[in-house]
């Protein structure tokens, strides 16, 4: 199984290059939609900025899904660099934002890309790598007699309980490490009392 990695937590960075200044941040984001709004909250918080520039990349598969933006800067000089930092850092879900206050100096094409790059990856090292491991979702019902032991299995696997509603039966909702799953329904299907619902909306 593929090992993937992301940002440990959230970071910042700054230095000063040319009289500008670069304010690196770092922030894991499991899917595009999260890693839109830490740069919606970084592009709000840097709001007089001369440039707010940013790469993503999100998804835990063999091509996840990669974006960048230069936000002003010459093609390629900013967001490009930034990406190229994440990639070199080997992490996904992690987006990183690179801000900009112009101080009256041009940096060349060269330099720009100089100083965005190694803005984003210090900004990446301060932040730290965690694994991350695929999970999927997982609905299941059982009988509150079985409940010891169904709870017992899923702490063998890893496995993130999300949701638990009691009622006439106890219904759980799952996320369950993708290379366990099928392990984990012919372990559970053996349960008396136990029904597996499979997979359940993220929604």
């Known amino acids: 199984m593929k090992v993937f990695f992301s940002v440990a937590k959230k970071s910042q960075y700054e230095q000063k290059i040319q009289r500008s200044v670069f304010i690196g941040h770092a922030s894991p984001a499991a899917d595009e939609e999260e890693a839109k709004q830490f740069i919606a909250y970084v592009r709000e918080e840097h709001a007089e900025a001369t440039h707010n520039c940013y790469a993503y990349r999100v998804g835990l598969c063999e091509n996840p899904l990669t974006y960048y933006n230069d936000h002003g ?16 850092a080997d992490v996904t879900n992690t987006v990183v934002v690179v801000t900009r206050y112009y101080g009256g100096r041009k940096l060349g ?33 059982c009988e509150y007699s079985e409940l ?36 984990i329904i012919a372990q559970l299907s053996a349960i008396p009392g136990v029904e597996c619902k499979g997979h359940v909306s993220s929604s």
């Open 148 to 183: 010891d032991q169904v709870n017992y299995l899923l702490s063998q696997y890893d496995t993130v309980i999300n949701n638990t509603d009691y009622k006439d039966n106890v219904f759980h909702e799952l996320l369950v490490p993708e290379s366990d799953y099928a392990a």
């Open 109 to 141: 094409v060269r330099g720009l890309i100089d100083a965005y790059h190694t803005t984003a990856a210090i900004t990446l090292e301060q932040a730290g790598r965690i694994e991350v491991i695929p999970r999927v979702p997982l609905a299941i019902v």
């Open 73 to 88: 800067e010459p093609s390629g000089t900013a967001g490009r660099p930034i990406l190229s930092a994440i990639l070199k």
